[in-house]
């Protein structure tokens, strides 16, 4: 079924052309100070790559907030091992999402 004007009060039907769902989403996470929902996603799908198989295994994105990634481990020693590896994780996410997007990772213990 094509799409429509619905009848308005004054049975003009001049009101605004719909939004698309991707436009709207965006700028809801840019108000959240989170990037664009592209980027959100390619982090997710690409993160095996970032970080290597047995990384990702312990560790997982849970939110990008003002540049800042935070992401879920399930114990100490994974969370080190990304604050150590954090200057080359930024850098491999620079080069799938663009620069700035991430500029920290922060960490914390989740139990799974």
Not at 15 to 40: F, H, N, Q, R, W
Not at 50 to 74: M, T
Not at 78 to 107: F, K, Q, Y
Request: aromatic letters at 4%.
């Amino acid at each position: 079924m094509p799409w429509s004007r619905l009848p308005t009060s004054d049975a003009t039907g001049d009101g605004p052309e719909p939004s698309a769902l991707a436009g709207l989403l965006d700028t809801v996470l840019a108000g959240m100070g989170a990037p664009k929902a592209e980027a959100i996603i390619q982090i997710h799908e690409g993160w095996s790559t970032v970080v290597g198989d047995e990384l990702a295994g312990h560790a997982q994105p849970v939110a990008i907030e003002d540049g800042c990634l935070r992401v879920g481990v399930d114990s100490p020693a994974w969370a080190s091992h990304l604050r150590w590896s954090e200057r080359e994780i930024i850098g491999r996410l620079d080069r799938l999402v663009g620069p700035g997007v991430v500029t920290s990772v922060s960490t914390r213990i989740v139990r799974r």
